[in-house]
């Protein structure tokens, strides 16, 4: 399979899987629970944080495949 292909087949699933996120985001507003990692507390300000790395990673793969030029 191309690299091109690839690239846009895997930030296809990385796009359906953020539309999946939102709805269920919308349905917990509050963004979960916070979670305890010995003293440091994983808030809704991390997830929010680690929401933004993923839609920054989904974006940059989908425009990287347009820029990827085939062997010969």
């Known amino acids: 399979m191309k690299t ?15 539309v999946v996120f939102v709805f269920c985001a919308l349905a917990c507003p509050t963004l ?3 979670i ?13 944080l ?12 989908f425009g990287v495949s347009f820029f990827v030029k085939e062997k010969k």
Do not use: H, N, P, Q
């Open 4 to 18: 091109k292909t690839k690239l846009r087949l895997i930030s296809l699933a990385m796009f359906v899987v953020a």
């Open 50 to 61: 680690c929401y933004k790395i993923y839609a920054i990673v989904m974006v940059s793969l």
């Open 32 to 34: 979960g629970r916070t």
């Open 36 to 48: 305890y990692i010995g003293d440091f507390a994983f808030g809704a300000e991390e997830w929010r």
